[in-house]
Structure formats: structure tokens, C-alpha cells
């Protein structure tokens, strides 16, 4: 069965791909970019399996094309990616060191997360949350024993913040 994806980031690397494995296999996809311009080629080849549509940083920036949701124009906003830090957290200065590759070897291959992200949506139960890349899993199980112990130590307040 044919599924309907929203995708943002599409003009290139992993939202572009994950667009053409989608539509690649039949899926619909509702796809956003800031240049609008670079989704041309998949209008053009995958005609009405496609609706482009442009992506705003701080608000709506006009509606998507065609009327993917029920009937009813779509609107897309994006306010700020969540990869975008002002500060540097020293929780991953380890995972850092630990990876110690050229920039240019330590970036992953958009290519080769299609055949994940199309298993995780095809699953029965699908992960709310995956790492697309060898290593996070590990920093993950350094540092989430110290912040739940953080959290258990401050419970009594977080519950008093609560109210009655």
C-alpha cells in the first residue's frame, strides 16, 4: 500500500533521497525546500506523486501545490533546525575525540540511509527515534546513566513544580 510522506530539506542530501526512494517506489510525497526551484526535476518525473512547496525559516513562506491533506492547503514553517547549537555541550567532547576523522570521511552517505529509513516506515512498530550512523548508540550509553541519575536526584523538585 502506497504511503504519503512529508519530507523537508528536499533540494538535497538526506531528505532528497529519502523524496526518490519514496517516490521511486510508488509513495506520495509532500516535499519542502527553501529553493524550490531544485524539486523541478521531481515535479517533472513524478508529476502528481509530488507536491513541492517552499520551506520558510520564520514563517510561512505560501502554500504548497495541490491539496495534500484532505482537501486543505498545507503550510510549512520552520523556525530553526534542531542540529543547530549555540553553545557546544561538553557531554560529547568524548564521542568528539572518539571521532577524530577528516570532516569530509566522518560524513555520512545520504545514499546509503535509503534502504533504513524505507525499513523503518515499513515496519509494523516504527522507531520513534534512530541512529542513521555508527557510534551515537555508544556516547548514548555513556551519558544517559548520568542524566537519569541527574533527573532522579532533582525529582522532588521537577514534582513540586508541578502543583497541587
Not at 524539486?39 to 502554500?63: D, I
Not at 484532505?70 to 564521542?95: E, K, M, N, Q, W
Not at 577528516?102 to 515499513?122: C, G, M, N, Y
Amino acid at each position: 500500500m502506497a504511503k504519503t510522506w512529508f519530507i523537508t530539506g528536499t533540494s538535497r542530501g538526506f531528505g532528497r533521497e529519502w523524496d526518490e526512494a519514496a517516490l521511486e517506489r510508488g509513495d506520495r510525497v509532500a516535499a519542502a525546500a527553501r529553493d524550490t526551484g531544485a524539486l523541478t526535476p521531481l515535479v517533472e518525473r513524478y508529476g502528481n506523486a509530488v507536491t513541492a512547496g517552499r520551506l520558510g525559516r520564520h514563517r510561512p513562506q505560501g502554500r504548497l501545490r495541490g491539496r495534500p491533506c484532505g482537501g486543505r492547503p498545507l503550510r510549512i514553517t520552520r523556525c530553526r533546525s534542531s542540529a543547530v547549537h549555540r553553545v557546544r555541550l561538553g557531554a560529547y567532547d568524548d564521542f568528539r575525540a572518539g571521532n577524530s576523522l577528516s570532516a569530509a570521511s566522518k560524513r555520512a552517505d545520504p545514499h546509503a540511509t535509503r534502504e533504513a529509513i524505507l525499513a523503518v516506515v515499513d515496519a509494523e512498530d516504527p522507531a520513534r527515534r534512530i541512529f542513521l550512523d555508527k557510534g551515537p548508540l555508544d556516547l548514548m550509553r555513556k551519558v544517559h546513566p548520568a542524566r537519569i541519575a541527574e533527573w532522579e536526584k532533582w525529582d522532588s523538585i521537577s514534582q513540586a513544580a508541578h502543583g497541587s
